[in-house]
């Protein structure tokens, strides 16, 4: 379960003690968010901070954003994943 403010959550454990089939679980449990619909990103519908480019295009234009209910994505880690590997890091001498 990821909050954004902390960064999200690990859990450890010994081998074969459940811990992916807990996370799995929980994930089934969290209520589905409203997406934009058709949106590789999961644009949220009317926060411009949480939009893609394309959903934010729209939301400038006016224009109606369709929205569907999805669930709540788990996405599974290697141990050593760090953030800026995970969501790339821009180069400023470029």
Known sequence: VIDPKIGGVIIM???????????????????????????????????????????????QNHEIIESELKNIPMVDLPLGATEDRVCGTIDIEK
């Open 13 to 59: 454990g010994d081998r074969g003690t459940g811990k992916s089939t807990t996370i799995r679980a929980i994930t089934d449990l969290l209520p589905e968010i409203v997406v934009a619909k058709d949106d590789p990103f999961n644009s949220h519908t009317t926060n411009p901070e949480l939009m893609s480019a394309n959903i934010l295009e729209k939301f």
